[in-house]
């Protein structure tokens, strides 16, 4: 059944001339019918596409704009990966530029301190208040035994 005589059988419309074009109702049979169905509908129609060989033109092909590499170094991909080199600083980072460089609100910055930097990652995370009152927050290294 397609979408016109859905509306009709629905009671949406009627062929009768309350809100839906006669003409339309009357031409249904005749639409199906010239595409191949009848009242019930059918199986719809399907789309025939054509195997190529496969054979690309040299011109069509896409090209790369750098076939020698870059010898520019990627930056992070990751919000991860850029915390984690804050945090790896000397200095550490400081709450307010963790949020910036991530997006993240407070609460979302030091859970992920807690639960992927300490726990699942098993780094130390170190907390400072520093002179300017600002606390910072750094991963520290193991110190190698003399």
């Not at 639409?31 to 190529?52: D, S």
């Not at 910036?100 to 992927?116: I, K, P, Y």
Request: proline share 8%; with cysteine.
């Amino acid at each position: 059944m397609n979408i016109p005589e859905l509306i009709l059988a629905e009671g949406f419309a009627s062929s009768t001339g309350n809100g839906a074009n006669p003409s339309v109702a009357a031409e249904l049979p005749a639409l199906n019918a010239a595409k191949g169905r009848g009242r019930r509908g059918g199986k719809a129609p399907t789309l025939q596409i054509e195997a190529t060989s496969g054979d690309v033109d040299q011109d069509e092909r896409p090209c790369d704009p750098d076939p020698l590499g870059s010898a520019k170094p990627k930056p992070p991909t990751s919000k991860t990966e850029m915390v984690l080199k804050k945090l790896r600083s000397a200095k550490g980072a400081t709450l307010e530029a963790l949020r910036e460089a991530t997006g993240w609100q407070a609460h979302s910055v030091r859970g992920f301190l807690s639960g992927t930097v300490r726990k699942k990652l098993g780094q130390t995370v170190a907390s400072e208040v520093g002179k300017d009152g600002a606390r910072r927050y750094r991963i520290e290294t193991p110190h190698k035994a003399k």
